[in-house]
């Protein structure tokens, strides 16, 4: 039984330090965007393009975490913005400790919009708040259409969920209006979004739904 | 600390118990193997081709590792072996002390392979040993070339590395070369083979490489 109490005090220590995260993120007029899905599925690509649409009228950063290396990170740092990137040593998902320590490697007081680039993971990374304003799931196309039924925590939990490479569905047995109702079943409140990084497909439309979220928040603290 | 300690004992608890599962599994003569990939990599796919080749010569069986949900285990059913659901209720991966417990649904003495396809996760399955004979790891050509590097664990232990979907590689930035390289630097024993479950490619030798390694323990116990 020692083994359940751990987790408990694990997730509780988690959930005081996400609120410490959620204050400071007020404080200091940071909306923070936690991204999250299984490897492979685009969460940068996603984030380059959300970024490049936000650059003219918010100041982004990224934390970008990662077993190991730091591919990704070299990506995101020719948008000339801050990077941040955060080896978890094994560890399958970020917790709000480590976003708390992460926070002190930014300026904040120079940034609007922070992405949080989860370990890619679709199980873990949803079980732990770490203070960001939104979360963000995405399925790749190629992963096909039983994602959502399958690792559901993570669609009951995110505010948007993004259908990527989604100019590949011609090639793949994806069901797309299922996998929205599944992802409003489990979430009603989930908008549902399709995009291709690739072709540029529905990043328009995805950008209009996280602006406004951002403009929501730094307007009102 | 408390944690710390904790996770050593679980893991420690899993040696003994994943070594039990290896001696029931040689006096049984069952061959094991745990799948492992990302979510949506073709893990079903990849079992379900193998288990049709292999029909003629060996007794297959499944476990089906799942969060939630059965919906791999009904595609699994139709090939007429025997299959059971393990539902993980939240965990992101099998441990040794779930597969001991999944072997007495199976009859043994009737069953040559066992497959188990572990949870969708590049990440947690690689750290539980659970008494397999081989470990399959998959990464899907639409995930990228770079999931060797940003998981490391998974593909230094890995017996067999499949690169999956890999009709896809003309729409997809994957340098399979450079993917082998990798793999075959985190594990010089480890071999790689190239498939795809739709355009029926690269199975067979896939399958020549299984059979020999099943028919290698089967004479030997």
Redesign the interface.
Same mark, same amino acid.
Do not use: W
């Given at each position: 039984m020692?083994?359940i109490r751990?987790v408990k005090? !694990?997730l509780e220590a988690n959930e005081d330090c996400s609120n410490e995260v959620k204050e400071i993120l007020a404080r200091k007029k940071v909306f923070a965007i936690n991204v999250m899905a299984?490897?492979?599925?685009g969460k940068t690509s996603l984030i380059i393009r959300l970024i490049e649409k936000l650059q003219p009228h918010y100041k982004a950063a990224v934390i970008e975490g %990662?077993?190991?290396?730091q591919?990704d990170a070299e990506k995101l740092d020719r948008l000339g913005v801050p990077v941040v990137q955060l080896n978890t040593s094994?560890a399958?998902h970020i917790e709000a400790m480590s976003m708390k320590k992460m926070l002190t490697y930014f300026n904040l007081d120079d940034i609007d919009v922070l992405f949080i680039e989860n370990?890619?993971?679709?199980?873990?990374p949803a079980?732990f708040e770490i203070g960001e304003d939104m979360k963000l799931a995405i399925v790749?196309i190629?992963?096909?259409d %039983? $994602?959502v039924? $399958?690792?559901? !925590?993570l669609f009951t939990k995110a505010d948007l969920v993004v259908f990527n $490479?989604f100019d590949?569905m011609r090639?793949f047995n994806f069901n797309d209006q299922q996998a929205e109702k599944d992802a409003l079943q489990l979430n009603p409140q989930t908008k549902v979004f399709r995009t291709s990084c690739q072709a540029d497909g529905g990043i328009g439309t995805l950008y209009d739904e996280v602006a406004s979220r951002i403009s929501s928040k730094l307007e009102e603290v």
């Open positions: 020692s083994s751990v005090q !694990l299984a490897p492979g599925a %990662d077993i190991a290396g591919v094994g399958c370990v890619g993971n679709l199980v873990c079980e790749s190629p992963e096909g %039983d $994602k039924v $399958k690792y559901p !925590l $490479k590949m090639f």
